[in-house]
């Protein structure tokens, strides 16, 4: 089927008259069609900030297009749920590319130009994060268009993507404890006990939920929505990835801190989180003050540079910190670990003097590329510069641009510039890794900030013996540590090289006859520090083979006579090759080797 705008709109979108109170919420109204292609022309300039475009056609094929009506009051957690909701409906049509286009017909209720236009462009900027093929048509104008929908039952539909927009709130314990009327016991429990069971039929193979569940990683409850449960085995692959995380920056000469989750109200009105962020954030009450759960840990940190005074020969002082923060979710978009609201970021500030940044940003650079590599993730940089609207002098930009962009210039790395694209508060540079299903994700950050030095008054004694202004730089290399274990479990399918994986080796008998020469095997690994595990259950060979593959184990030792009488072992990879004749010495020397290099297999 092919057909007009005008023929879409009459038979998809119901618009009932909206109940105008003012409790009521703010909403994005979109309207998803899946299309052969879009044509559409700027033809006159409307809003007073339409945006500079040409008066030429411009055709997109096979794509999903995303008419978006942004009403009062919506803001960017509104505008990601609304693209978290057409990339799942992409992945159901296996679509990958998108058409952002402002279209003002679906509400009655229209936010401002200037609101619209910045949820709109939040709406493009977390599709490419989130790796989609993305396309934004120009706003303000009015636009001729054409659109020919595919002709299948899923190609067209729309939603309501709502948010409440208040601050989150946590009772307390005192204020929560009283049972809600009329709920037993039991039917408690069958809330709160609900685990959330994935089915291989129904997702994709190499789904980081479902291999979670079979590697046995992690876990997710009602009890806690968007919070993950880590188990042991997915302790050991989070510990281990961060025991190299820290050796890493313990070679590049940072320190480690921790400051607390719950800080005081007044401490994030002075950061201006409660100001531009408190809708992400949650709240709680101890005796009469009020506190909030962090959403970012450089306040805390900041708190700790400022105890003491520091002279320009200490610096630059570089801190970090696996600091857990909550940031509030819609719930109809939490996805296993990709998007939760509670999560381990691995940050690190560093405080500097206005003549470090080049140097100190090449460090950073080198550090987040080299971890990178080890995981065989290619990736690509994005330097973002000054937008519009921003804070700080042109004195303090030129020099913030010109020590990002002469960090990335002097390491001779290709980026791509984004103008305009900064935050308020300073310029950045994004990283962008590809995994290897071709998808690429937002991982690493390197923002450059002037706000938070002048409002906590962070000062150094410079040579001069006056006070100098320090300048700051937020940074992270994974990001999140949930997101970025998901992205690795998909990455490997759970076939983590042998460093990270939870169980290295299993020795299997091959009857019961020799099972105390596997378990001397066994002894033997262990006492190596391998995680090993010996199967001298009743279960058959085959079953017992056929279970550690299952769990992703990267070598299968089987023992049987003749390797008992040989004093060998046959050790079988996660490919099916069997080597045979190997001494268990042997075996060790060649796994230690392939962990001290951190392998990729
Ligand atoms: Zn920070």
Redesign the pocket.
């Known amino acids: 089927m092919s057909c007009t705008i005008k023929h879409v709109v009459g038979t998809c979108i119901r618009r009932e008259p909206r109940p105008q109170t003012k409790f009521e919420e703010p909403e994005l109204r979109i309207l998803q069609l899946h299309s052969d292609y879009v044509e559409y022309e700027p033809v006159k300039k409307e809003a007073p900030n339409a945006e500079d475009a040409e008066k030429k056609k411009i055709r997109v094929e096979d794509v999903v297009l995303l008419l978006t009506s942004v009403e009062k009051g919506d803001d960017a957690s509104v505008a990601r749920a609304a693209v978290d909701e057409t990339a799942s409906f992409m992945r159901k049509l296996k679509a990958s590319r998108v058409l952002v286009y402002p279209y003002a017909h679906l509400s009655s209720d229209l936010a401002g130009p200037a609101e619209a236009l910045s949820v709109l462009k939040e709406m493009e900027a977390y599709a490419r994060e989130l790796g989609l093929d993305t396309r934004r048509a120009v706003f303000g104008w009015t636009k001729r268009f054409k659109v020919a929908v595919k002709g299948h039952p899923l190609a067209e539909q729309s939603r309501t993507i709502r948010s409440d927009g208040e601050p989150r709130r946590i009772d307390t314990v005192q204020e929560r404890m009283p049972v809600k009327e009329g709920k037993s016991l039991d039917e408690m429990k069958s809330v709160v006990f609900r685990q959330a069971k994935y089915d291989s039929e129904k997702l994709p193979a190499n789904d980081h939920r479902l291999i979670g569940q079979q590697m046995d990683l992690y876990s997710f409850h009602d009890a806690a929505p968007g919070m993950p449960f880590f188990h042991h085995n997915g302790m050991i692959v989070v510990n281990e990835l961060l025991g190299y995380w820290r050796e890493v920056h313990r070679r590049a000469d940072y320190v480690e801190a921790r400051t607390p989750i719950i800080l005081n109200r007044q401490l994030w009105e002075i950061s201006g989180h409660w100001d531009k962020y408190r809708e992400n954030m949650y709240f709680t009450r101890i005796d009469d003050d009020e506190y909030a759960l962090k959403p970012?840990?450089?306040p805390g940190?900041i708190l700790i540079f400022k105890g003491a005074s520091h002279s320009y020969r200490d610096l630059p002082l570089r801190v970090y910190e696996l600091g857990i923060v909550h940031r509030h979710e819609l719930s109809g978009v939490l996805s296993g670990l990709f998007r939760v609201r509670c999560f381990t970021q691995d940050?690190a500030?560093i405080f500097m003097r206005e003549d470090q940044i080049t140097d100190e940003v090449v460090g950073v650079i080198r550090l987040i590329t080299g971890f990178y590599g080890v995981f065989g993730f290619e990736y690509r940089m994005e330097l973002s510069t000054r937008p519009q609207k921003s804070i700080g002098t042109d004195e303090q930009w030129a020099a913030a641009e010109y020590g990002l962009r002469g960090a990335l210039d002097s390491l001779g790395v290709p980026y791509k510039l984004n103008p305009g694209d900064g935050a308020f508060y300073g310029p950045k540079i994004d990283f962008h890794i590809k995994d290897a299903m071709g998808r690429t994700w937002q991982c690493g950050t390197i923002?450059l900030?002037m706000t938070?030095p002048e409002k906590f008054d962070l000062d150094y004694m410079g040579a001069d013996g006056q006070p100098h202004r320090v300048v700051?730089v937020?940074?992270t290399v994974m990001g999140s540590i949930e997101r970025f274990l998901g992205i690795l479990v998909e990455h490997f399918s759970g076939k983590f090289p042998v460093w990270l994986a939870p169980e290295q080796a299993t020795v299997i008998p091959i009857s019961d006859k020799n099972s105390e020469y596997a378990s001397k095997v066994g002894t033997l690994l262990d006492g190596e520090g391998f995680r090993v595990r010996v199967d001298n259950t009743s279960n058959t060979m085959n079953y017992k083979v056929r279970d550690a593959q299952h769990r992703r184990v990267p070598y299968i030792l089987v023992v049987g006579s003749k390797e008992e009488a040989e004093g060998t072992v046959a050790v079988r990879d996660r490919t099916g090759k069997v080597e045979y004749g190997a001494t268990p010495d042997q075996f060790i020397q060649a796994l230690k080797a392939k962990i001290e290099s951190k392998e990729i297999n």
């Open positions: 970012m840990n450089c940190g940050d500030h923002q900030d938070m700051m937020h940074r």
